[in-house]
């Protein structure tokens, strides 16, 4: 069975920002009133940062694209292909105001993806995670527990040419409180998709084949996406039967 990295989604789960709940349903028609047609159909609201999304360009980069731009020829396979699920065996936590913060730096990053794979070459695609991961009573990376890549682990994966997605379990890519700069998004949008509030907590650390198609809305600086791993015996199991 594929791994799906999304819980579900309800009307009381909690926002992680400024924006309240984040999904809200409004009835448009009601299947038991005679006056409405024998249907029933719902408004859904979204806010897309406490729920598992992708980040555009245009999210940080005053000139950047939006999310339509993930489904150009350039950009399209940003959204799937062979990822590494890393987590992180031996965090380095730092007290905060709000809670703690792991910093990963590329020393520390390049140590656990030896430790996961055996060799220290960066990945096209990597989740990043914890392997005793701090959760809430929901199953979800804690909020208050920020895990985010120092500047020098972002430029040890952009320096793999290749590299074109960031994937997180943390609410965000950036844990810069109180200043307006994110400079992990900065480095990493221009080239890759950045996607965060993943739900990872029971998969397995390890190499999968990622399919993270975002809904496509153009002018949108971000957008709900329901990430899915697959195994590669999976998928061989599933092409050897066609």
């Known amino acids: 069975m594929p791994y799906v990295l999304s819980p579900l989604i309800r009307p009381d789960t909690p926002g992680l920002w400024a924006e309240g709940a984040p999904y809200s349903v409004e009835?448009?028609?009601?299947?038991?009133?005679?006056?409405?047609?024998?249907?029933?159909?719902?408004?859904?609201?979204l806010a897309p940062h406490s729920l598992p999304h992708v980040d555009a360009p245009s999210h940080i980069l005053e000139d950047g694209n939006?999310?339509?731009?993930?489904?150009?020829?350039?950009?399209?396979?940003?959204?799937?292909?062979?990822?590494l699920l890393l987590?992180?065996?031996?965090?380095?936590?730092?007290?905060?105001?709000?809670?703690?913060?792991?910093?990963?730096?590329?020393?520390?990053?390049?140590?656990?993806?030896?430790?996961?794979?055996?060799?220290?070459?960066?990945?096209?695609?990597?989740?990043?995670?914890?392997?005793?991961?701090?959760t809430t009573a929901r199953g979800q990376h804690d909020p208050a527990c920020a895990l985010t890549l120092a500047e020098d682990a972002a430029d040890w994966l952009l320096a793999n040419p290749r590299f074109d997605a960031y994937l997180t379990s943390w609410k965000?890519?950036?844990?810069?409180?109180?200043?307006?700069?994110?400079?992990?998004?900065?480095?990493?949008?221009?080239?890759?998709?950045?996607?965060?509030?993943?739900?990872?907590?029971?998969?397995?650390?390890?190499?999968y084949f990622?399919?993270?198609?975002?809904?496509?809305?153009?002018?949108?600086?971000?957008?709900?996406?329901?990430?899915?791993l697959f195994s590669f015996d999976e998928l061989a199991a599933a092409l050897a039967a066609r």
């Open 66 to 83: 939006d999310v339509g731009s993930y489904f150009t020829p350039a950009r399209l396979g940003n959204l799937y292909g062979p990822v």
């Open 27 to 45: 009835p448009i028609y009601d299947l038991c009133n005679p006056a409405h047609p024998p249907v029933r159909y719902d408004a859904h609201r």
């Open 172 to 207: 965000s890519t950036d844990f810069q409180p109180g200043s307006r700069k994110r400079p992990i998004h900065r480095k990493l949008l221009p080239r890759a998709a950045v996607f965060e509030c993943l739900d990872v907590a029971a998969v397995p650390e390890g190499r």
């Open 87 to 134: 987590k992180l065996q031996a965090p380095v936590w730092q007290d905060i105001a709000s809670g703690r913060h792991c910093l990963v730096d590329a020393a520390q990053l390049r140590s656990e993806i030896r430790r996961a794979t055996g060799h220290e070459s960066a990945p096209d695609k990597l989740i990043l995670t914890l392997a005793d991961l701090p």
């Open 210 to 228: 990622l399919s993270a198609f975002p809904l496509p809305l153009a002018g949108a600086s971000e957008a709900p996406v329901c990430p899915v």
